[in-house]
T-cell receptor, first 114, second 114 residues
Framework: QQQVKQSPQSLIVQKGGISIINCAYE??????FPWYQQFPGKGPALLIAIRPDVSEKKEGRFTISFNKSAKQFSLHIMDSQPGDSATYFCAARRSGAGSYQLTFGKGTKLSVIP | GAGVSQTPSNKVTEKGKYVELRCDPI?????LYWYRQSLGQGPEFLIY????????DSGLPNDRFFAVRPEGSVSTLKIQRTERGDSAVYLCASSDRTGSYGYTFGSGTRLTVV
């Protein structure tokens, strides 16, 4: 059972455009929702994260929007740059003692073309 | 060290052989995690250590997989009787306190079973 569904699988955006990646989750026990950026041959790197008690978080060109009732969250990359070309993963962490594992989506390969 | 170090970066082994994958976490990080990333997929949780003990090993796929962290620092993931389906990138991550949200991942070990 895939607990975090991510779309689209791939995305092509013009330089300067807005990239939008969406995720949906099923488990209401999830309490932390990070986004990771991964370049080829490298491990995922934490980009930005949100807790369900806020609806939006912005860090520079990156914004997470969170809709708790719909169990959906999304990543918006403003003014997308070729250097943003990477694979992006949404993830979710379940609350509870001893449970620190993250459940990841399948990833979105973003290509930003000049 | 400055980051999470994983060795080897690449490992090719024959079906049925035994392999060990090593992870050096960030100095002082007490929490250590192993994930497995198959081609085109997001990372999947394998095991979590807090100090020397495995606090959550619910992600280990079967008893061919085992991990240790004898001194609370370096960890070794051990795979017995390797199968072609074990081919994947094995990622290690560490964090500075139990439940800390900000994992730092290593670049992974790409295991290929032929």
């Amino acid at each position: 059972q895939q607990q975090v569904k991510q779309s689209p699988q791939s995305l092509i955006v013009q330089k300067g455009g807005i990239s939008i990646i969406n995720c949906a989750y099923e488990n209401t026990a999830f309490d932390y929702f990070p986004w990771y950026q991964q370049f080829p041959g490298k491990g995922p790197a934490l980009l930005i994260a949100i807790r369900p008690d806020v609806s939006e978080k912005k860090e520079g060109r990156f914004t997470i929007s969170f809709n708790k009732s719909a169990k959906q969250f999304s990543l918006h990359i403003m003014d997308s740059q070729p250097g943003d070309s990477a694979t992006y993963f949404c993830a979710a962490r379940r609350s509870g003692a001893g449970s620190y594992q993250l459940t990841f989506g399948k990833g979105t390969k973003l290509s930003v073309i000049p | 060290g400055a980051g999470v170090s994983q060795t080897p970066s690449n490992k090719v082994t024959e079906k049925g052989k035994y392999v060990e994958l090593r992870c050096d976490p960030i100095s002082g990080h007490t929490a250590l995690y192993w994930y497995r990333q198959s081609l085109g997929q997001g990372p999947e949780f394998l095991i979590y250590f807090q100090g020397t003990g495995a606090a959550d090993d619910s992600g280990l796929p079967n008893d061919r997989f085992f991990a240790v962290r004898p001194e609370g620092s370096v960890s070794t993931l051990k795979i017995q009787r390797t199968e072609r389906g074990d081919s994947a990138v094995y990622l290690c991550a560490s964090s500075d306190r139990t439940g800390s949200y900000g994992y730092t991942f290593g670049s992974g070990t790409r295991l290929t079973v032929v």
